[in-house]
């Protein structure tokens, strides 16, 4: 990893890449001419999730499936955190909880395909130089900045932790902007409720690279989001209708549940409560259960699940998700039978994932082993960016032979 770029790169505004940017599968193309590789260096990707349980589907459509099709594409450095410490800033009293999911989320990358072999998987609290940077970068955000982050205005509210907020919690923004640069990241791959940090970061960033970069040079790298492939996949709803499905929620549909877990939940599903009996018109775009559909079905998996499902009592059956929208619309279609053909495709989605997790779960030590080659390759890198980050503040005093030999030694004066 190459650690100080020059980029002209100040004062650009955060163009979070997704749908408008039709970057295609594999995701961005960096700046111009730069796709993929760089003067020899491959772009780096870093992204994470917090070790507060194993990973839902809203993860999966939010970041893991971008994540696996970047990773596929070979052409970027990735690394994916487990960020434990930023965990801990809302489960200080709960650390077990913590260290229980490390594995599971471990377990939950392997199981959507994320190769060991082709990326590393990070432990954040492992890590040096994420516990360093953030005391540099804390010096260049105002308080007043941090009270302003929506996402963290809103998980505040969510965890009603308003009158008892740790200091940890609300810092954090600046926490994951270390994360992001120490691995000199150039792409981050997250659900939209993550663009406040993202923004947070490089704000961060120009501001360092302002202060410190020398003769031009940068010394930092400005990162940019990188979205899912589209808007229902930004954020998605929780079962319970919730604007999104979280861990800490309990409105998940998880990775690793089983059939008949994932066809409870699908039938408990909110639906549009003003759709009362079959014939009523019913609403399809705040209702989970089409969303869903939205998000999941492809042509093949909609007309697989009407082959298992069988049409609706008196109905013919529905050529594709468009029509069975259109009659939900207009009245005739039962929140049952929509839901019915939504687990048929879930189960679909979420076998091969699950049987690939029980593989692994049957070998924990090898997963650790993956956790702390990752862990350890990861150190490396970030140390180098920890380096470059002291000598451009110039907090190098015992390395920087320029500054140590202004002090010649004398011989020791009389006391
Ligand atoms: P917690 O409740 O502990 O914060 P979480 O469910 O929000 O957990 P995170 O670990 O905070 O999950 O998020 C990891 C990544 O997954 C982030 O990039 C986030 O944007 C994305 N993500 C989380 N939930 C969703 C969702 N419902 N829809 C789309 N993306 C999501
Ligand atoms: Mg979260």
């Known amino acids: 990893m190459q650690n100080e770029r020059s980029r002209q790169n100040e004062n650009e505004t955060v163009k979070p890449i997704g749908p408008a940017g039709s970057t295609g599968p594999a995701g961005p193309a960096g700046p111009a001419g730069t796709s993929g590789s760089t003067g020899g260096?491959?772009?780096?990707?870093?992204?994470?999730?917090?070790?507060?349980?194993?990973?839902?589907?809203?993860?999966?459509?939010?970041?893991?499936?971008?994540?696996?099709?970047?990773?596929?594409?070979?052409e970027y450095d990735m690394f994916f955190l487990i960020a434990d410490i930023q965990a801990l800033t809302d489960n200080a009293e709960n650390p077990e909880r913590i260290r229980e999911n490390i594995l599971e989320v471990a377990l939950d990358y392997l199981a959507v395909g994320l190769d060991p072999d082709r990326c590393a998987f990070v432990v954040q609290s492992q890590i040096p130089a994420l516990f360093e940077l953030p005391m540099y970068y804390s010096n260049l955000v105002t308080m007043a900045r941090l009270e302003r982050n929506p996402t963290v205005k809103a998980e505040i509210r969510q965890k009603n932790i308003d009158k008892s907020l740790p200091v940890g919690f609300a810092t954090?923004?600046?926490s994951q902007a270390a994360d992001i640069t120490a691995f000199g990241a150039d792409y981050v791959p997250v659900g939209v409720d993550q663009l406040p940090m993202i923004e947070q970061t490089r704000e961060i960033v120009s501001s360092f690279n302002r202060i410190y970069g020398r003769g031009g040079r940068d010394v930092l790298v400005l990162p940019e989001a990188v979205l899912p492939d589209s808007e229902s996949q930004y954020r998605l709803v929780g079962t319970d209708g919730?604007?999104?499905?979280?861990?800490?929620?309990?409105?998940?549909?998880?990775?690793?549940?089983?059939?008949?877990?994932?066809?409870?939940?699908?039938?408990?599903?909110?639906?549009?409560?003003?759709h009362?009996?079959?014939?009523?018109?019913?609403?399809?775009?705040?209702?989970?259960?089409?969303?869903?559909?939205?998000?999941?079905?492809?042509?093949?998996?909609?007309?697989?699940?009407?082959?298992?499902?069988?049409?609706?009592?008196?109905?013919?059956?529905?050529?594709?998700?468009?029509?069975?929208?259109?009659h939900y619309r207009r009245g005739g279609v039962g929140d049952v039978y929509a839901k019915k053909l939504l687990n048929a495709v879930l189960q679909d989605v979420l076998a091969p994932i699950r049987e690939r997790r029980q593989r692994y779960e049957a070998n924990k030590g090898l997963v650790m082993e993956y956790l702390k080659n990752g862990t350890e390759h990861a150190r490396a890198c970030t140390n180098r960016v920890l380096d470059s980050v002291r000598r451009a503040i110039g907090v190098n005093y015992f390395t920087d032979e320029f500054f140590a030999q202004s002090y010649v030694r004398q011989d020791s004066p009389e006391r």
């Open 276 to 326: 009362l009996r079959i014939d009523d018109p019913g609403d399809v775009e705040s209702n989970p259960v089409f969303i869903y559909l939205d998000v999941f079905c492809t042509d093949e998996l909609f007309a697989k699940a009407v082959a298992q499902v069988g049409p609706q009592r008196g109905a013919a059956p529905h050529a594709s998700l468009g029509e069975l929208k259109a």
């Open 172 to 174: 954090y923004p600046i």
């Open 41 to 74: 260096r491959k772009k780096v990707v870093l992204t994470g999730d917090r070790p507060t349980g194993a990973l839902h589907v809203g993860h999966y459509v939010g970041s893991l499936k971008k994540r696996k099709n970047m990773l596929d594409s070979g």
């Open 242 to 274: 919730n604007a999104k499905m979280s861990k800490s929620l309990g409105n998940c549909i998880y990775l690793k549940d089983g059939p008949d877990a994932i066809r409870a939940k699908v039938m408990d599903m909110f639906t549009d409560p003003a």
